[in-house]
């Protein structure tokens, strides 16, 4: 294990909302530009940007990196009647939003026709594959309260199902290779479950 404080950085997309409609608006690359931040870039169909936080070692630091750099982009935006949404879906009625031709589509049903979804990535550092592997299975029984708690959850406040569909859940009934952590606290042990997975032949290779 290592030992101290934890590097942790967080990467969110985005929203980009027209201020007039309320609807998805296709204005990275203007706010890009306008924003000048090698740590903006586009993302998927154009009316989402993914912000980069940085690395921080404690969570104070954290939070107020991602209300700092927010509230910048809000205000690069709002010069070009453009809000900022951060949240994990946005529904957008009557806008289209598949990607770009050189863009995959993103789930089964094409949920991207009625919705833009947003992600909020968090990364923690760890010493090596060991301990990331340790970690990762402590993680997974908590996954569906972080599930819960997410903005763009197919569950409500409460705990009681939304009726939404869960694009996350699509996809893992989709593929066969989305599973849960291996039952083993070893990067080795994981190479181990993947070789014999791939000995079935359910899946082609560990890609």
Request: proline share 5%; charged share 25%; with cysteine.
């Amino acid at each position: 294990m290592t030992e101290g404080s934890r590097q942790i950085r967080v990467e969110e997309e985005l929203h980009l909302v027209d201020l007039r409609t309320r609807l998805p608006a296709r204005r990275a690359a203007e706010v890009i530009a306008a924003a000048s931040d090698d740590q903006v870039r586009s993302t998927r169909h154009g009316a989402l940007i993914s912000s980069d936080c940085g690395g921080h070692r404690t969570l104070d630091d954290l939070g107020t990196a991602i209300r700092d750099r927010r509230k910048r982009l809000a205000d690069v935006a709002n010069d070009l009647r453009t809000g900022i949404v951060a949240a994990g879906a946005v529904s957008s009625p009557g806008v289209a939003l598949a990607p770009e031709p050189d863009e995959p589509g993103t789930a089964p049903g094409h949920e991207f026709r009625t919705r833009a979804a947003a992600r909020f990535v968090v990364t923690v550092e760890v010493a090596d594959a060991d301990e990331a592997q340790f970690v990762a299975r402590r993680v997974v029984p908590h996954a569906p309260a972080l599930l819960a708690l997410a903005a763009g959850s197919p569950f409500r406040a409460d705990g009681s199902d939304s009726g939404y569909a869960s694009v996350r859940s699509f996809e893992a009934r989709w593929s066969p290779t989305h599973v849960s952590a291996f039952r083993t606290d070893t990067a080795a042990g994981v190479l181990e479950s993947e070789d014999a997975l791939v000995e079935t032949g359910v899946v082609a290779d560990r890609g």
